[in-house]
């Protein structure tokens, strides 16, 4: 097989199993000119990240409001990998540099834009990637790489 | 500014260890705080003990530096590395050492002061503590008869021993002293070059943030990088650095990273990004790795 083919071949698999697998909508993969490689960008059926500090935010909003504070999902980006494969800092700096926090997609502002709970949202928040690791038995695995230092969830 | 903040830490480089310029040790204790405390370095305690060698639960002096971290001291100014071997050999090859041995019989003299001031304090205590028993023996025993006041006499009432006398003082030698370090011997040196490890910017760039690090090895990685100092702080981080272009296979970054969210840390990589012109330094970036929990 060709190196497109492997690649598409391995975008393909991971497609499949953010949409079977993990019931992610609105799925698209995304090409730039100045981007290592095809990248995909979905919204997840629910919020898949949230940062430490804004989770303080959120308790300390809703503790004000008496009233829980709705945490929609948000669209997050995906970079397709395979499990034998070797990136160098420079390859992830690359990526990093050529996207935007957010995917490019519409989102309507909505009226708390700047409640500090709101300060980790939108195209406010860090850059984050999710990595498709994909083994040989088409096995996929996420992890999420961060742009920066950013501090670890209490899981 | 006093003389006592001017003095520079003496980092001793003796043979051995891996890399290959040998190992960085502190043998001074307030040189130790001070990196600790101003410089955000904790270093690893390494000495045991000579009667107990095998434990190595509770370590004391020296601690072991990195090379980044010595490298980081000396660039700041902080610090001068000696060639600990070569120094002491020089030293000891010269033809009197009047001034060491002084130095040594000071030492000695103030040791004695101190049991001295120690073994004089007890016996006041105790004397204070006979004092009160007797007076306490005394009025409970007024009605007693008179033979029970012998035991007075036998104990040694009168509390206070008979001091020793001056010839007892002036024959009894000095006690012995195991100085903890030999600075007296070698005095203060020019300090001799470090190399620069590849992963000095990365440790510089956490460092500079105010991070403290230890060996990471307990997590799979070249550093526990912590918020503050770990005495206050659980770890956010395992940490490894790369050169910018260097291949880091993906198997690597999934499982540090599975690790790392397995004890609530981030597997945090990084590596200098070269200028682009040789005027401008190099940039650090640093990425951080977690599980998605999908």
């Known amino acids: 097989m060709a190196p497109t083919q492997h690649m598409d071949a391995l975008v393909r698999i991971v497609l499949n199993n953010l949409e079977y697998q993990h019931d992610w909508t609105q799925i698209n993969t995304h090409t730039q000119r100045d981007l290592p490689r095809k990248l995909i960008y979905g919204l997840p059926p629910k919020r898949l990240y949230v940062h430490p500090d804004e989770q303080v935010e959120?308790?300390?909003?809703?503790?004000?409001?008496?009233?829980r504070i709705p945490q929609e999902a948000e669209y997050e980006w995906v970079l397709p990998l395979h499990l034998s494969e070797k990136?160098?800092?420079?390859?992830?700096?690359?990526?990093?540099?050529?996207?935007?926090?957010?995917?490019p997609v519409d989102i309507e502002d909505d009226e708390d834009g700047d409640a500090p709970w709101r300060a980790w949202?939108?195209?406010?928040?860090?850059?984050?990637?999710?990595?498709?690791?994909?083994?040989?038995?088409?096995?996929?695995?996420y992890y999420w790489i961060h742009d920066g230092l950013v501090k670890p969830r209490q899981n | 500014m006093t003389q006592e903040s001017v003095k520079k830490i003496r980092i001793s480089r003796v043979p051995g260890g891996k890399a290959a310029g040998g190992r960085y040790l502190v043998f001074d204790i307030e040189d130790v705080i001070s990196i600790r405390r101003n410089n955000g370095i904790c270093a690893v305690l390494t000495g045991t003990m000579p009667q107990n060698p095998t434990q190595n639960l509770f370590l004391g002096l020296p601690v072991e530096l990195r090379v980044e971290e010595v490298?980081?001291?000396?660039?700041?100014?902080?610090?001068?590395?000696?060639?600990?071997?070569?120094?002491?050999?020089?030293?000891?090859?010269?033809?009197?050492?009047?001034?060491?041995?002084?130095?040594?019989?000071?030492?000695?003299?103030?040791?004695?002061?101190?049991?001295?001031?120690?073994?004089?304090?007890?016996?006041?205590?105790?004397?204070?503590?006979?004092k009160d028993k007797r007076k306490k023996d005394t009025?409970?025993?007024?009605?007693?008869?008179?033979?029970?006041?012998?035991?007075?006499?036998?104990?040694?009432g009168d509390a206070v021993p008979a001091p020793h006398t001056?010839?007892?003082?002036?024959?009894?030698?000095?006690?012995?002293?195991?100085?903890?370090?030999s600075a007296q011997l070698v005095g203060v040196s020019a300090g001799v070059d470090v190399p620069i490890p590849p992963a000095l910017p990365f440790y510089r760039h956490l460092n500079s943030?105010?991070?403290?690090?230890?060996?990471?090895?307990?997590?799979?990685?070249?550093?526990?990088?912590?918020?503050?100092?770990?005495?206050?702080?659980?770890?956010?981080?395992?940490?490894?650095?790369?050169g910018w272009n260097e291949k880091i296979p993906m198997l690597d970054v999934v499982t540090s990273g599975r690790l790392g969210?397995?004890?609530?840390?981030?597997?945090?990589?990084?590596?200098?990004?070269?200028?682009?012109?040789?005027?401008?330094?190099?940039?650090?970036?640093?990425?951080?790795?977690?599980?998605?929990?999908?």
């Not at chain 1, 990136?87 to 995917?103: G, M, R, T, Y």
């Not at chain 2, 001291?73 to 009197?96: F, I, M, Q, R, T």
């Not at chain 2, 041995?101 to 101190?114: T, Y």
């Not at chain 2, 070269?274 to 650090?284: C, K, L, Q, Y």
């Open chain 1, 121 to 141: 949202r939108g195209p406010k928040r860090g850059k984050r990637i999710l990595l498709a690791t994909v083994q040989d038995d088409s096995t996929v695995t």
């Open chain 1, 58 to 67: 959120i308790i300390k909003a809703e503790k004000e409001r008496k009233d």
């Open chain 2, 71 to 130: 490298r980081l001291l000396v660039d700041s100014g902080a610090a001068y590395v000696a060639e600990e071997l070569a120094e002491h050999l020089d030293a000891l090859n010269k033809p009197n050492h009047e001034a060491y041995i002084d130095s040594l019989r000071e030492k000695r003299v103030s040791a004695q002061k101190a049991f001295d001031e120690e073994k004089n304090r007890v016996r006041a205590m105790h004397a204070d503590k006979m």
């Open chain 2, 209 to 242: 943030k105010g991070y403290y690090t230890t060996p990471g090895l307990r997590f799979g990685g070249d550093y526990s990088v912590y918020p503050g100092d770990p005495f206050r702080y659980h770890a956010h981080y395992l940490a490894n650095a790369y």
């Open chain 2, 261 to 294: 969210t397995a004890v609530k840390k981030s597997f945090l990589f990084g590596a200098e990004q070269p200028a682009s012109t040789p005027e401008e330094d190099g940039r650090v970036r640093m990425f951080c790795v977690e599980w998605a929990g999908m």
């Open chain 2, 166 to 181: 001056k010839k007892e003082e002036e024959t009894k030698p000095l006690p012995a002293i195991t100085p903890a370090t």
């Open chain 1, 87 to 103: 990136w160098s800092p420079a390859q992830f700096a690359a990526v990093f540099d050529a996207i935007k926090a957010l995917p």
């Open chain 2, 139 to 156: 009025s409970a025993s007024i009605a007693q008869p008179a033979g029970e006041g012998g035991d007075d006499s036998l104990f040694g």
